[in-house]
């Protein structure tokens, strides 16, 4: 057994995984997928994120909310 009971396998960059450096915040098809139905951020344990690229993610939904791409929340 290489894993112990109860542990998850860790989840990998998406975003290293397809060799993006920066975060666009006009790729809103990609950036949906780190939010909730409620319009809240993933964190980075759940979404599986580096450090460096949940930085930049989070600044690009920031963007994308205030040029109103994306909802501040649901209805």
Known sequence: MARER???KRRVCSFCVDKIETVDY???????????ERGKILPRRISGNC?????QLT????RARQLAMLPYSSD
Do not use: D, N, S
């Open 6 to 8: 109860g542990r998850k």
């Open 59 to 62: 600044v690009a939904i920031k």
């Open 51 to 55: 450090a460096h690229h949940q930085r």
């Open 26 to 36: 006009k790729e809103v098809g990609r950036l949906r997928k780190f939010i909730t």
